[in-house]
């Protein structure tokens, strides 16, 4: 039987407490632009924030409902880094990020695969902002 030929990771959730405060984090600490807000009526709302390079998947803001969902926010995975956020210049985008509010969890790190620091979002959530090792660096 032949394989699915999906084609790229589109969007991902991260469950929220507020749509509105969760838009202006992302939009005004990361510089997310939103790419959709559309009501869906009995207080729902499609938010989807993206950068504005349109690379990558984009991240559904998707308030939560009931205990269980409320449960998770803030800690979608457990207490480990489940989102990634690469750059072409780690220095420029993490002082930015800094000045902009961004509370980092550590201090930056140089590893195999690239310069590394986590942060976390308004919830908690945990990101990495990472500058990959060039791929002629790694033919060493």
Excluded: C
Aim: aromatic share 10%.
């Amino acid at each position: 039987m032949e394989r699915p030929k999906l084609g790229r990771l589109a969007t991902v959730a991260i469950v929220v407490g507020d749509y509105d405060e969760a838009v202006a984090w992302y939009r005004d600490r990361l510089g997310l632009d939103v790419v959709e807000d559309t009501d869906m009526g009995e207080g729902k709302r499609w938010v989807v924030v993206a950068p504005s390079s349109g690379a990558g998947a984009r991240i559904l803001l998707a308030k939560a409902s009931g205990e269980a969902q409320q449960s998770r926010i803030g800690n979608q995975t457990g207490g480990r880094v489940g989102f990634f956020f690469e750059t072409d210049d780690f220095a420029r985008d993490h002082a930015r990020m800094i000045a902009q509010g961004v509370v980092f969890k550590e201090e930056p790190r140089h590893e195999p695969y690239g310069t590394v620091a986590v942060f976390a979002d308004l919830y908690g959530n945990l990101f990495d902002l990472i500058e990959p090792r060039k791929a002629a660096a790694t033919k060493e």
